[in-house]
């Protein structure tokens, strides 16, 4: 699939988009409580468009190992206010909204957002899929073992790419069963998986494209990444254009990124290279 339909715009992957970050929890691993009021995250938001970015993704839950649970109410109360926000300073702007829950995907979609990206597929509510049927709205669905209170201890694979793949095909067979065309993968690193199950995921990222859906990737300064290093996130963004630049040449469709700007860079590079 090249293309999903978004608020009535057709968002053509012929050419890799960019999805930029925008956290307003204040627990986030790398920018947690960083745009925490309406003039932050004007001028962030206005910098990530300015920089190419096509969606922006607001989380007001933080999935990073170990992160707090917040309630269903708390969550509402973060991510609405920020939806009208956005939604009343730039007019074409494309949220994706990073939820778990049905009802917040629900009110936010009716608030003015585009896209519902959801880390557990459907498995931490049994209401997303037949929610998202009737909002035919583009739906991310990411690959997690467990959740985001335990996912990181010891997670086990037979084989991690098959295991991964295996899932994403019943998701996607269920998911058009209901009706459901703009489906978009996202393999979940860093969620439920060694450094070793990543890379293994990074290097045979291509295989997914078998799935004929197009695919984000979310590498921005995880722990995959600084870790090995010896650096901490902050300055991981050299390590996370490399990482994006193989996962352009390996078949992503969409950059989730912190750094706009860069990513863009990395997409301009790889196309220069496929021309």
């Known amino acids: 699939m090249k293309s999903i339909n978004c608020n009535g715009t057709l968002i053509d992957f012929s050419t890799p988009k960019v999805m930029g970050i925008l956290n307003i929890t204040p627990d986030s691993f ?5 745009y925490n009021n309406q003039t932050l995250i004007i001028n962030q938001v206005e910098k990530m468009l300015s920089g ?3 969606f922006i993704d607001v989380g007001a839950y ?9 309630s269903e109410e ?15 300073e730039f007019s074409s702007v494309l ?9 917040v995907a629900n009110q936010s979609i009716h608030n003015g957002a585009s896209i519902i990206n959801d880390i557990s597929a459907g498995e931490m509510d049994i209401n997303m899929f037949p929610v998202i049927a009737k909002l035919q709205v583009p739906y991310i669905i990411m690959h997690m073992q467990g959740i985001p209170q335990n996912m990181q201890k010891a997670p086990i ?16 067979t269920e998911l058009h069963k ?7 993968t ?4 860093g969620f439920g998986k060694t450094i070793s199950h990543n890379y293994q995921l990074l290097k045979d990222l291509k295989l997914f494209k078998n799935l004929e859906v197009p695919m984000i990737v979310g590498l921005s300064r995880k722990g995959m990444l600084y870790k090995p290093l010896n650096i901490t996130a902050e300055y991981a963004l050299n390590a996370t254009t490399a990482a994006n630049t193989v996962a352009l040449l390996n078949g992503a469709s969409i950059l989730r990124v912190h750094d706009v700007k860069e990513a863009i860079e990395a997409i301009k590079i790889v196309e220069l290279l496929n021309r």
């Open 30 to 34: 790398f920018d947690g409580g960083k």
């Open 52 to 54: 190419g970015a096509t």
């Open 157 to 172: 694979y037979n084989d991690v790419v098959s295991d991964v793949l295996y899932y994403f095909s019943k998701k996607i």
């Open 95 to 103: 949220i994706s909204v990073d939820t778990f829950r049905s009802n």
């Open 186 to 189: 996202d393999v979940g690193f």
């Open 62 to 70: 933080s999935s990073r190992p170990g992160a707090k649970h917040i």
């Open 178 to 184: 209901l009706g459901v065309n703009d489906i978009i």
């Open 74 to 88: 708390e969550e509402l109360n973060r991510i609405l206010p920020v939806i009208k926000l956005l939604t009343s």
